[in-house]
C-alpha cells in the first residue's frame, strides 16, 4: 500500500515569511509524528499525535511552530516568521496502534532551506 | 527519557565483506525497543530491524542482525556480505515509554561507505 507522503519535497523560502509542510499518514494508522533533521544530524522530536487525544507538543522549539492534525488523517506543520536556523529537513511519521505502535514509518521528508 | 549514542561517524567496508556499526543507549523504562533506521541520500528513513527489550533471541533480518546485549546498553547492527546498495546513513533508535511515550530518541548516525 502507499507509504507516508510529504509536501513539498523543497522548499525555499524567505526569512520572515510563514510556511506550511503536509503530511499524509499511512491509511489506518492512528499515530502521527513530525520530527527535524539538520545538516549532518540526527532526528529531532517535535511533536506526536495520536487519534483524537491533545497532542504531545514538548519537542516544539519555540512557539513560531505548531501543527494540526485534521480529522485524524493529514497533518500540518507551520512554522510562522521562519528564521535561517530553521533551515533543516522536516520528516512526519506514522505507525499503527496496534499491533507495534513503537514502529514508526517515515516520509521522504520536506528540505526547507530559508534564505 | 533516553539517550542513544553512535561513536562511530563513518565507517566503510568491502563489497560482500561484513561490517558492523555501534550503538549504545542508556533509559530508565524496563519496556522499551531499538531500531536500525537507514537513510540513503534520498531522505526516506528506512526500517532495517527491530528488537523488543524483553526478547534475548537476537534480531535477524536476511543480511542484517543485531548483536543486542542488554546489561551492557549496547545494540550493533552487522551487514553481512555488503552490498553497494547498503551505503546509507544509518541511525540507531529507542523506543520508550515513561515520559518519553510516543518519541523515537536517535542517534548522530554512522555514513556507511561500501566501496566495490
Known amino acids: 500500500g502507499a507509504g507516508v507522503s510529504q509536501s513539498p519535497s523543497n522548499k525555499v523560502t524567505e526569512k520572515g515569511k510563514d510556511v506550511e509542510l503536509r503530511c499524509d499518514p499511512i491509511?489506518?494508522?492512528?499515530?502521527l509524528y513530525w520530527y527535524r533533521q539538520s545538516l549532518g544530524q540526527g532526528l529531532e522530536f517535535l511533536i506526536y499525535?495520536?487519534?483524537?487525544?491533545?497532542?504531545?507538543k514538548s519537542g516544539l522549539p519555540s512557539d513560531r511552530f505548531s501543527a494540526e492534525r485534521t480529522g485524524g488523517s493529514v497533518s500540518t506543520l507551520t512554522i510562522q516568521r521562519t528564521q535561517q536556523e530553521d533551515s533543516a529537513v522536516y520528516l512526519c511519521?506514522?505507525?499503527?496502534?496496534?499491533?507495534?505502535?513503537?514502529?514508526?514509518?517515515f516520509g521522504p521528508g520536506t528540505r526547507l532551506l530559508v534564505l | 527519557a533516553q539517550t542513544v549514542t553512535q561513536s562511530q561517524p563513518e565507517m566503510s567496508v568491502q563489497e560482500a565483506e561484513t561490517v558492523t556499526l555501534s550503538c549504545t543507549y542508556d533509559?530508565?523504562?524496563?519496556?522499551?525497543?531499538l531500531f536500525w533506521y537507514k537513510q540513503p541520500p534520498s531522505r526516506q528513513m528506512i526500517l532495517v530491524i527491530r528488537?523488543?527489550?524483553?526478547?534475548?533471541q537476537n534480531a535477524t533480518e536476511n543480511r542484517f542482525s543485531v548483536n543486542f546485549q542488554k546489561a551492557a546498553k549496547s545494540f550493533s547492527l552487522k551487514i553481512s556480505d555488503s552490498q553497494l546498495g547498503d551505503a546509507a546513513m544509518y541511525f540507531c533508535?529507542?523506543?520508550?515509554?515513561?515520559?518519553?511515550?510516543?518519541?523515537?530518541?536517535f542517534g548522530q548516525g554512522t555514513i556507511l561507505t561500501v566501496h566495490p
Open positions: 533509559t530508565s523504562e524496563s519496556d522499551y525497543y
Open positions: 511519521a506514522s505507525s499503527p496502534l496496534r499491533p507495534a505502535q513503537e514502529t514508526q514509518y
Open positions: 533508535a529507542c523506543y520508550a515509554g515513561g515520559t518519553s511515550y510516543g518519541k523515537l530518541t
Open positions: 491509511s489506518g494508522h492512528t499515530a
Open positions: 499525535f495520536q487519534g483524537n487525544s491533545a497532542p504531545d
Open positions: 528488537q523488543e527489550a524483553y526478547k534475548q
